[in-house]
T-cell receptor, first 112, second 113 residues
Framework: KQEVTQIPAALSVPEGENLVLNCSFT??????LQWFRQDPGKGLTSLLL?????REQTSGRLNASLDKSSGRSTLYIAASQPGDSATYLC???????????FGPGTRLSVLP | DGGITQSPKYLFRKEGQNVTLSCEQN?????MYWYRQDPGQGLRLIYY???????QKGDIAEGYSVSREKKESFPLTVTSAQKNPTAFYLC????????????FGDGTRLSIL
């Protein structure tokens, strides 16, 4: 059974820092991996989706990488801003008709 | 604007009562999903539907029921059999096919009176 973990559980950084969020999964047979942002009391907003054949995806200040063989993905946020404060979740979609399995998230606070 | 609408935003349930959470999408997506989110945990899949008039149980379907009579609607009923229903419920949809991102509504927070 696929399990997804995220480290750290919470992170606090000063504004302007570059930071890395980590996502690990136990079964490398995946279709894709998706990173989401969740603001308090809100739904999830899709940030990036990496297909299993891809190594990374970029959108603005965000860059997500995928290493299927090691079961890891990282989300890199450049020049962090207070508006980046939110919980970041990763989710993997299995290759065998399995649905998305979500990690517990990393709660990010960017201090002005 | 296209999107997913969940209602109500807050819902209170009395003991022994069934309650229904609404989810409507105008994205023309084939697939729809219901998740439950508890503090400090990832989302867990309750039910999903890939096509109208068909739906499948997820990991934690016990105590819940759904219907998919229209493409744009996927209501979730939390029955009295669900003994710990207090949670944040999220509805999502996605186009059919591989490598399609999921889009989420803003959620419904259910509490017990």
């Amino acid at each position: 059974k696929q399990e997804v973990t995220q480290i750290p559980a919470a992170l606090s950084v000063p504004e302007g820092e570059n930071l890395v969020l980590n996502c690990s999964f136990t079964d490398s047979a995946i279709y894709n991996l998706q990173w989401f942002r969740q603001d308090p009391g809100k739904g999830l907003t899709s940030l990036l989706l990496i297909q299993s054949s891809q190594r990374e995806q970029t959108s603005g200040r965000l860059n997500a990488s995928l290493d299927k063989s090691s079961g890891r993905s990282t989300l890199y946020i450049a020049a962090s801003q207070p508006g980046d404060s939110a919980t970041y979740l990763c989710a993997v979609e299995g290759s065998y008709g399995q649905n998305f399995v979500f990690g517990p998230g990393t709660r990010l606070s960017v201090l002005p | 604007d296209g999107g997913i609408t969940q209602s109500p935003k807050y819902l209170f349930r009395k003991e022994g009562q069934n309650v229904t959470l609404s989810c409507e999408q105008n994205l023309n997506h084939d697939a729809m999903y219901w998740y439950r989110q508890d503090p400090g945990q990832g989302l867990r899949l309750i039910y999903y539907s890939q096509i109208v008039n068909d739906f499948q149980k997820g990991d934690i379907a016990e105590g819940y029921s759904v219907s998919r009579e229209k493409k744009e609607s996927f209501p979730l009923t939390v029955t009295s059999a669900q003994k710990n229903p207090t949670a944040f419920y999220l509805c999502a949809s996605s186009p059919s096919g591989s490598y399609q991102p999921q889009h989420f509504g803003d959620g419904t927070r259910l509490s017990i009176l």
